[in-house]
């Protein structure tokens, strides 16, 4: 199978664990699903979705990619820069169209879609590159500090309209916070 193929499955793969992931704490509420999928409504618990659904299915496929011995050059680093471009692209988009006409889920889930293409192309791009050993190291320390920076604001919710989950009109987690 060659890396396009991969990518385009990678890209589905993606998009449809969205609808699984954006459950899963609701489902199983404890702090390990607390930590990576949303505890509310709130813009910034869909930024940690985006974020941790890339990054938990890209490392699964990694870890398919290196049992059938398929290489990819770079994945780290292209899995750090098109999940920043994803969601960096996914919220300069969606957010003036959110604020003008409100929520409309297909819409949302077009813009994703879209901007989740755009990021997997940039992936693919990066992993056509020579292997940068030191930038893949450092794209792994960079996944785990956004990655404890998501779970410390999961935790500790600043009390700004990014945090706040207009559904339930809480910060954070339901039964840990006051309005």
Known sequence: ????????????????????????????????????????????????????????????????????????????????????????????IYLPIYNRFGENLFLTMSIYLITLIIGNIIFYLISKRKHEFLLNLISLVIISIISVILIYFTFNPLKNDFFFDSIEEIYGIKNQNTK
């Open 1 to 92: 199978m060659n890396n396009k193929k991969i990518l385009f499955i990678a890209t589905i793969t993606i998009f449809l664990s969205m609808f699984l992931f954006h459950n899963i704490y609701n489902w199983f509420p404890n702090f390990l699903t607390a930590s990576f999928f949303p505890v509310n409504e709130s813009l910034f618990e869909h930024l940690k979705l985006m974020f941790t659904t890339q990054i938990i299915i890209s490392l699964i496929i990694y870890l398919i990619l290196k049992l059938k011995k398929i290489k990819f050059s770079n994945y780290l680093l292209g899995l750090l820069v098109s999940t920043i471009v994803t969601i960096s692209l996914f919220f300069l």
